[in-house]
């Protein structure tokens, strides 16, 4: 089992009255090489959720076993080296580094990875051709698109050759026609083998996915096929 999460609750402001409970007793299981869509209203803990996943954030409380490790025993530094290895980040904001090129914000987590420059050119280009952006590997993010700039960000999320790719809302900054470019490149991804985690609150999007789990006030409402999600 990839994903292994059991009683996963995440808690603000415990035992006041303003206390809210973003994840609720969250139990989850990923396969390794499945393709999850998480979907959920706006504040039902979706985000949340895969914050956590990624090592983002830590549960108030629960188990949480990543390729057979325990993760809530580690050390900030051993989550951040399991964050950088194991799983890729693909956000709604791209979160590009303004003053970088394309190919210089790709390289970027294969300098914490420690890579040699050969090889950090290597990885570059080989994602950079994947997404159908190595023509403007010079080009900075204020010369690009939305769409370029998410493309650009999916080469960062895939250099490293992390088994996890996470998605938060990926196309809910692109145009329906770029959209789904961003859609295809991810289903390509999946049928190398990649687990691809896509958080979407977008039913059309959901749809793609082969497993669908629903998320309401922090708790799973829905895990099944896109048939038993009426999808």
């Known amino acids: 089992m990839l994903i292994d ?33 998480i979907i959920g209203a706006s504040g039902s803990g979706k985000s949340t959720l895969m914050n956590v996943l990624g090592l983002l954030d830590i549960p108030t409380y629960g188990e949480y076993h990543l390729d057979g490790t325990d993760v809530t ?22 979160n590009l580094i303004p003053d970088l090129s394309a190919a210089e914000n790709v390289e970027l987590p294969l300098i914490y ?33 939305g769409g370029q700039q998410q493309r650009v960000a999916i080469a960062r999320a895939i250099a490293t050759h992390p088994p996890i790719i996470m998605a938060d809302e990926p196309t809910g900054a692109l145009d329906s026609r770029t959209g789904r470019h961003v859609l295809e490149i991810l289903h390509e991804l999946h049928e190398e083998g990649t687990t691809v985690i896509l958080i979407t609150h977008d039913t059309s999007i959901a749809a793609t996915a082969e497993r669908i789990v629903r998320i ?13 999600a009426g999808l």
């Open 216 to 228: 309401s006030d922090g708790k799973i409402v829905m895990d099944g096929t896109r048939e038993e």
């Open 73 to 94: 025993t580690l050390t900030d530094k051993q989550q951040a080296h399991m964050r950088n290895k194991q799983i890729g980040f693909i956000f709604q904001g791209y």
């Open 5 to 37: 999460v059991k009683d996963l609750f995440k808690i603000y402001n415990e035992g006041k009255e303003n206390e809210v409970r973003a994840l609720d007793g969250i139990s989850l299981q990923i396969d390794r090489g499945e393709f999850v869509a």
């Open 113 to 145: 990875q420690g890579l040699k420059i050969d090889q950090r050119e290597e990885r570059v280009e080989e994602a950079m051709r994947k997404v159908a952006m190595f023509d403007r590997s010079n080009h900075k993010p204020a010369e690009m698109s």
